[in-house]
């Protein structure tokens, strides 16, 4: 019996593959555990319908709160399903609350623990992805690494090697599959820039929103900004009354222009893999986005001071500016005059993960 566990957006296009490949091999013998950390339809049911994951078998509806308040509430009901399951693995992926709550429950009950995109590190302990992909990674039994930095990481930080598999980026499995259909969901409106940021250090205080908000706005002075909000993002733009930047639109626009950014609710997985693959670059502070745009070959500007995700600065399209005007503004005019890196793709980014993921989880358990 293996448990599944997600929570947050980021985590479901990380899990299907997985469910896909146990389905594949005619494995059954697994269960899908949604802790709930997200639950907006576009922030969650979307992705499981995109993803053709049906629905999850246990639900823990815990809902937002404190960090302290959401990782307890997942352990606590967490513990409760492991009780009565008693599983032999559970199997957690990236770096939200959800997953180090998950992580810990599993290693104070003394069940193996497989953990999904393991290694990856920002150096930088205000992050709470930071502290959770830490701490997953010491309680764990298999580490799944995506790129060689989590390799390098992980010896570094005196994980036993036979803990450490490198087995490629198990989201461009979801990607790769998915990516026919989001073609046809390409918006076919002229050039345009698709923008995400979501980041509690860009997001919480009226300074540092207004400093990225003056970024979109030089870059939209050469081509229209197109920006999926997050609900934190939304709350906090009401909160500052920094609104009156955006023009709000309930859909991507049908005829973007220079000189706006439009504001435009959260956009399911294929949908925003379309938008993606349509943009003429793209600018955000997501983990995962940075390595999507890797895959698709779209140039990324990262308004972060790190990245944890290093291959897609040194092999993909990514530039990490933090919120330097200068640097940011540089960066854009090379994409627009065409003088940008191309990039090129990571090894083992090949939609083949989950496969190398099974083999390794299903071969631990058989006789
Ligand atoms: C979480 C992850 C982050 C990931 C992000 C992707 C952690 C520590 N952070 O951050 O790594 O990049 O998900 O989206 O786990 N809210 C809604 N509806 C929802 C979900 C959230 O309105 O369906 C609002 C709530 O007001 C909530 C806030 O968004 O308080 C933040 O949600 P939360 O899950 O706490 O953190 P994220 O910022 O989404």
Redesign the pocket.
Known sequence: MILIIA????NFMKIAPIVWEFERRSFADYKIVHTG????Y???QAFFEDLSLGEPDFFLNV???T?TY?TASVMIALEEICTELNPHLIIVV??????LASSLVASKQRIPLAHVEAGLRSFDMAM??EV?RILTDHVSDFLLVSEQSGIDNLKREGIPDDRVHFVGNIMIDSLNRILPKAHKEKPTAGEYIAATI???SNVDDAASLSKIIDLLSDAAKHHPVVMPA???TK?NLILFGLEKHFLQEPRFPESPEPGNIYLVPPIGYVGFVGMMAGAHYVITD???IQEETTFLGIPCVTLRENTERPATVEIGTNTVVGTDKAAFGETIKNIREGTYKTGGRPPLWDGKTSERVCDILLSAYSP
Do not use: L
């Open positions: 929570g947050a957006r980021p950390q997200h639950y907006d576009e922030m969650s809902g937002s709160g960090h959401q990236g770096d939200v609350n959800s997953t709470p992805e959770n979501h980041r509690p997050h609900p934190r709350k997501s983990g995962g």
